[in-house]
């Protein structure tokens, strides 16, 4: 096993050209006293938009690591990868994120589900759990119920695991189990019987990204009620202390997570809870970086503005194909969206406003910064004409990929 540190902070980079503008806001974050690490996170559905591979995103990693001299550990996520594309991640990942939300109630034997449920018995009862105010009430009903809810899946990450840990060798990479796009979320009794099936199934996971209540859309700030979201994270995580102890899990097990981007109002309450019980948390974040590089060319103006412009006016006509693949993580109101003419019109400053995300700015824009989050496979298919811009606008363009990951990002966390 690779281990995981403390605080470990995904970054995604859908072009590749942003790894030590990445980096260095991870270092700013370090001299404010957040002991944070990056982890390059990219999915297959990510690859394939843009037409990258993983070796790409380790060349990338790699080549930030060496550039800036940084001596602390890194990684590289195969992102919500499962059986049937694991394996092109392989050579170039140290850290998989073995989604199998997709398994989620998919139908087990009633033996199997029984047998969870006694192996398991002396869970049942009124279970005290360190730092959770109240003890959780576990009955024997529960288990089987939760076993025939995530029996499934759990097997399925098992052997997505063994997969690696064979084409691998050796087990020297880290391990999280994501249960997050799904519709309902788990609560801390099922997350306990989750984690005692992945102990069951010998998997050693050091993070795992439950379904928390609320909204993750993309790009924008949580939906929900944060202090709810800080109660239920709070309880995930004594559930998590536990179970590491409890089933033998790694002693680092920690909550990861996903869809960090931009969601402002929950990283407060993240932060105290891992301080409150002295644990790690793995964060993920991925579109806001690309979200940036457009701002960033926006506010560049002449053929930077002109290239963000270019991207909108050619992902317009396009918005039911762009946003399909993202759908249940969108909320676009098309009325309030801009019009080709306006977005023509707009100077650097007004494309900006209405791009980044500032709730006090009367220009922001959710439905438009949505709609830019999804129009990156408009910017792949510019080639070089959107990846020279960037290149042109360098030092513009990282600024705000700095800026957006530490000030608005790690900061909160720290
Ligand atoms: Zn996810």
Redesign the pocket.
């Known amino acids: 096993m690779k281990t995981l540190p403390s605080i470990t902070f995904g970054v995604g980079d859908r072009f590749g050209l942003e790894g030590e503008a990445q980096l260095k806001a991870v270092m700013a974050a370090r001299k404010i006293g957040l002991d944070a690490v990056p982890v390059w996170n990219k999915s297959f559905r990510e690859h394939s938009l843009v037409g990258s591979s993983p070796a790409d995103t380790r060349r990338e990693a790699d080549a930030a690591v060496a550039a800036l001299g940084w001596k602390e550990p890194y990684f590289v996520d195969a992102d919500?990868i499962r059986l049937g594309n694991v394996d092109a991640f392989v050579e170039a990942s140290d850290f998989f994120t073995i989604?199998v939300a997709d398994f989620i109630g998919s139908p087990v034997d009633k033996g199997a589900c029984e047998d969870f449920a006694a192996r398991h018995a002396d869970l049942a009862g009124s279970l005290a759990i360190e730092g959770l105010d109240a003890p959780i009430a576990i009955t024997r009903d529960l288990l089987v119920a939760a076993a025939g809810k995530y029996l499934v899946a759990v097997r399925e990450a098992a052997k997505v695991y063994r997969r690696i840990l064979e084409l691998r060798g050796t087990d020297d990479f880290a391990t999280e189990i994501?249960m997050?796009?799904t519709s309902s979320p788990q609560t801390p009794a099922e997350l306990l019987a989750i984690l005692a099936a992945v102990a069951d199934e010998g998997v050693p996971i050091q993070t795992i990204?439950p379904k928390f209540s609320g909204e993750f859309h993309k790009g924008v700030d949580y939906v929900g009620s944060p202090a709810l979201f800080g109660e239920e994270f709070d309880a995930d995580v004594a559930v998590a202390r536990f179970a590491a102890k409890r089933f033998s899990l790694p002693a680092n097990l920690k909550l990861s997570v996903?869809?960090g981007s931009d969601k402002f109002a929950i990283y407060p309450y993240i932060a105290k809870s891992i301080k409150r019980h002295g644990t790690g948390v793995h964060v993920?974040t991925a579109g806001t970086t690309w979200l940036e590089e457009v701002a960033g060319l926006a506010a560049s103006g002449g053929d930077g503005l002109a290239v963000a412009k270019r991207i909108c006016l050619e992902a317009l006509p396009k918005i039911d194909a762009l946003v399909a693949p993202y759908a249940a993580v969108l909320s676009i109101d098309r009325s309030r969206l801009p019009g080709a003419d306006e977005i023509a019109s707009w100077d650097s400053a007004t494309f900006v406003g209405k791009l980044v995300h500032d709730e006090a700015s009367p220009l922001y824009s959710p439905d438009f910064r949505q709609f830019v989050h999804v129009s990156y496979s408009v910017a792949a298919a510019l080639g070089a004409v959107f990846t020279d811009a960037v290149k042109a606008n360098r030092e513009t363009v990282a600024a705000f990929v700095t800026r957006n990951i530490f000030e608005r990002h790690l900061r909160l966390l720290a």
């Open positions: 919500h989604d994501s997050d796009e990204a996903h869809s993920k």
